[in-house]
């Protein structure tokens, strides 16, 4: 503001002083005006990514289970809501704080303040909904519903947010947007939109809950050999997958949180075009994986498959989220070929040790958001870091000339997200199965849940009562330990 005053007062004559600071705090009200509808605007974009979780999930899961995963689904956001409000924001966003967890903004006491407005709320409680929409995918077809209720609410309310809090404000112990200057090998994490806070989260919590469940029932032959258990709709399976890509364009671009930053006054180039650019290196990466995916698939299997087509889609779209505003087009066309064969490759591991994951989310997100971080470090332009990351000393892509230090930080972002969420998600899972809370009976899981735990089937093709027909009657819901040999 005292520089606006300063340029525009020598141009205005008498009382110029007073009329600079008057047009300049117009103008810093109309630059707060414009970024917090941007950020609104993103929020909603990634709220929509809800619906295509719904779609994709409900594509992927036989008809059987097709309205308790869409329940999930709903339940996610509506859970997630309430306990981001009341805990979650605070814990990642609550400063002043240390290095580990926020301590204020609980319920949003204080919000708006010159930090954050409401916006970043709706915008971050989205984030986190999408981390716990994430680990619904892998558990899928088998899971108790009060599962969903308390491991939704774990992840949302506290462990997602404590990976935020490291990662995003400004004193996490690995941030690179700390305002002390105290650094990670004096470079910080680069996860710019979240491969690794957002995907790597849901991906290992998803491998765990699916780990401590076991594959469904028919899943693996008395041999050990893979049985397909194929999703009864490719048509929603590519409706959520293009709602998620229409979604990623709030995800990633809009997590620069404000548009109206100049980089060179009077200049064309500035944080609009920063914006532009993610939104391009998100789109390439995503293209890319997707092709690639369809002929190493066709290769393979001999197949055009729609259905891995989309999952490579969104693997690639995983894996440049960590880099997206700091790397070059180019570079985000190779971060989308390698993530394409890192999911095939994680596929293939999962088969051989009989891992079930019905959406392959923990490969998905996973592995290729664990790629995403690394390609990061590898190919972060020191042009663009300094854009984007202005206040913190310039390290970049070691493939780039800039080192191993932000290399170093990103595995390290690694390793401490997997330790993290294998201690809090982990832990939960295997206390949920101890308990009998986390695996539906064995009867169950055979009939299908729409049936027996939420009162009739998601199609219905004639007037006849499906209950009847079936032969199967709504009960009391009981808890069971995992089927036998399972």
């Not at 949302?156 to 690995?174: E, I, L, M, R």
């Not at 671009?253 to 939104?279: C, H, L």
């Amino acid at each position: 503001m005292g520089n606006c005053s300063a340029d525009l007062a020598p141009l205005l004559g008498a009382n110029a002083t007073g009329a600079a600071e008057y047009i300049c705090n117009k103008f810093s009200d109309a630059s707060f005006a414009v970024d917090n509808t941007y950020l609104l605007f993103s929020a909603y974009l990634v709220f929509s990514m809800q619906l295509g979780f719904a779609m994709l999930c409900a594509g992927s899961v036989r008809a059987k289970n097709t309205m308790n995963i869409m329940l999930t689904n709903v339940l996610d956001a509506a859970t997630g809501g309430l306990f981001y409000y009341l805990f979650g924001f605070a814990f990642a966003f609550g400063s002043p704080s240390n290095g580990f967890i926020g301590r204020h903004n609980f319920a949003l006491g204080s919000i708006p303040s010159s930090s954050y407005d409401y916006s970043n709320f709706l915008y971050q409680w989205a984030f986190a909904i999408a981390a716990a929409g994430i680990t619904s995918g892998s558990i899928a077809e088998r899971t108790q519903f009060v599962a969903y209720l308390i491991y939704s609410s774990f992840l949302t309310g506290f462990v997602y947010p404590v990976v935020s809090h490291w990662f995003w404000a400004t004193d996490g112990w690995a941030s690179a947007f700390r305002t002390d200057n105290d650094f990670l090998f004096g470079s910080g994490v680069i996860d710019f939109a979240g491969s690794g806070v957002v995907h790597i989260v849901g991906g290992v919590a998803g491998l765990w809950g699916a780990l401590i469940e076991g594959p469904r029932i028919g899943r693996f032959d008395h041999s050990g050999r893979s049985v397909a258990l194929r999703g009864h709709s490719a048509t929603l399976v590519v409706l959520g997958t293009f709602m998620l890509w229409f979604g990623w364009y709030g995800f990633n671009p809009g997590s620069f949180n404000k548009i109206s930053i100049t980089y060179t006054s009077g200049n064309y180039y500035g944080q609009w075009s920063s914006v532009g650019r993610t939104a391009v290196t998100t789109t390439l990466a995503g293209c890319t994986a997707a092709l690639t995916t369809l002929f190493g698939k066709r290769i393979l299997t001999g197949h055009w498959n729609v259905t891995d087509v989309c999952n490579g889609l969104l693997g690639g779209f995983a894996a440049i989220t960590a880099g997206c505003s700091v790397v070059e087009p180019w570079a985000a066309i190779i971060c989308g070929f390698v993530a394409a064969l890192v999911l095939i490759g994680c596929n293939k591991l999962a088969e051989k040790v009989k891992f079930d994951d019905p959406l392959e989310a923990a490969q998905l997100h996973g592995g290729c958001g664990a790629w995403g971080v690394l390609f990061t470090g590898l190919f972060a332009s020191e042009k663009y870091v300094r854009e984007v990351y202005s206040t913190r000393p310039t390290h970049y892509g070691l493939f780039m000339g800039g080192g191993g230090r932000l290399l170093a930080a990103q595995v390290i972002q690694i390793l401490v997200i997997v330790g993290w969420v294998s201690a809090t998600m982990g832990t939960l899972f295997y206390l949920l199965h101890k308990f009998g809370l986390l695996r539906i009976s064995a009867d169950d899981e055979m009939a299908g849940m729409d049936l027996t735990r939420h009162g009739g089937l998601a199609y219905v093709y004639d007037d006849e009562d499906e209950t009847q027909k079936q032969g199967i009657q709504m009960r009391k819901i009981e808890s069971y330990p995992t089927p036998p040999g399972v």
